[in-house]
């Protein structure tokens, strides 16, 4: 049986940028597996970190990441995740990233996360050696996913198995922007339909309310923002339906579709 590992930065990245091949993968009898990066409850935040949580609702005593790891559970299980696993390190606003500005801009000279994230990633693929990994292609800049980007390319994944994928909802609101540069030369577009596991998709999304309000305006702009981006990813390679898009190295023979 195939092995897929999803590699998330944050406790939301893969439901939003490619959960409906995660749905394809599952639905076609592959073992699925999840690892999120950044997902380490900070007691008492203060500063920005404190801020990332209050603009959506939730005061200073709630453990805001214990609820980000509970929405993650409550997807891994409405998808049929087979392996949930979270690498417990911390966001950047915890790293010294004390604004939403500094959070898109390249890392910073003191931030050494880059090879822990390496650490806490490479016994996850020696324990389940996937015939693919899904990471991100750090679209938007985002320093987190940046870091996650570099990092898994020091681990020695043969480049046929890496399947990089168009951060979500980045992709839909900055249309043009461009891969981080640690992404392989010359790479390939690898076009998914996901036109039969959308709606699954769409609910697997549902599950993380804390995040719906900012990156789609409220739970009612979910279904309709994705259905929209995933019909223009499909007609922008040639395809009806829906379709997630990803850049590799070429196209294997197991590909889902």
């Known amino acids: 049986m195939s092995t897929a590992l999803f590699v998330s930065p944050h406790l939301d990245d893969v439901a939003f940028s490619c959960g409906g091949t995660l749905a394809a993968l599952k639905a076609k009898g592959w073992t699925v597996a999840l690892i999120t990066v950044f997902t380490r409850s900070v007691p008492e935040p203060r500063g920005f970190a404190l801020k990332c949580q209050t603009e959506k609702g939730l005061g200073p005593e709630v453990d805001y990441m214990a609820?980000?790891?509970?929405?993650?559970?409550?997807?891994?299980?409405?998808?049929?995740?087979?392996?949930?696993?979270?690498?417990?390190?911390?966001?950047?606003?915890?790293?010294?990233?004390?604004?939403?500005?500094?959070?898109?801009?390249?890392?910073?000279?003191?931030?050494?996360?880059?090879?822990?994230?390496?650490?806490?990633?490479?016994?996850?693929?020696?324990?389940?050696?996937?015939?693919?990994?899904?990471?991100?292609?750090a679209l938007g800049g985002h320093v987190d996913h940046v870091q996650v980007v570099r990092a898994a390319r020091g681990l020695g994944i043969p480049s046929h198995r890496v399947w990089y994928y168009r951060d979500t909802p980045y992709a839909v609101r900055q249309p043009d922007a461009k891969p981080d540069p640690a992404l392989p030369r010359e790479p390939r577009p690898l076009a998914v339909d996901i036109t039969a596991h959308l709606t699954t998709k769409v609910e697997g999304c549902l599950c993380y309310g804390t995040q719906l309000g900012?990156?789609?305006?409220?739970?009612?702009?979910?279904?309709?923002?994705?259905?929209?981006?995933?019909?223009?990813?499909?007609?922008?390679?040639?395809?009806?339906?829906?379709?997630?898009?990803?850049?590799?190295?070429q196209l294997p023979t197991a590909s889902p579709r």
Do not use: C, N
């Not at 299980?77 to 990233?97: I, M, S, T």
């Open 67 to 137: 609820l980000r790891r509970e929405e993650d559970r409550a997807f891994a299980k409405r998808l049929g995740v087979d392996v949930l696993a979270w690498a417990d390190l911390e966001e950047a606003p915890h790293r010294g990233y004390a604004s939403a500005e500094a959070l898109f801009q390249p890392p910073r000279a003191d931030d050494a996360i880059q090879a822990e994230v390496a650490r806490r990633l490479r016994p996850v693929l020696w324990e389940l050696t996937p015939s693919r990994v899904f990471v991100p292609q």
């Open 214 to 249: 900012f990156q789609f305006g409220g739970a009612e702009g979910v279904g309709p923002m994705l259905e929209a981006f995933h019909h223009r990813e499909a007609e922008a390679h040639g395809r009806s339906g829906a379709a997630e898009v990803f850049l590799g190295q």
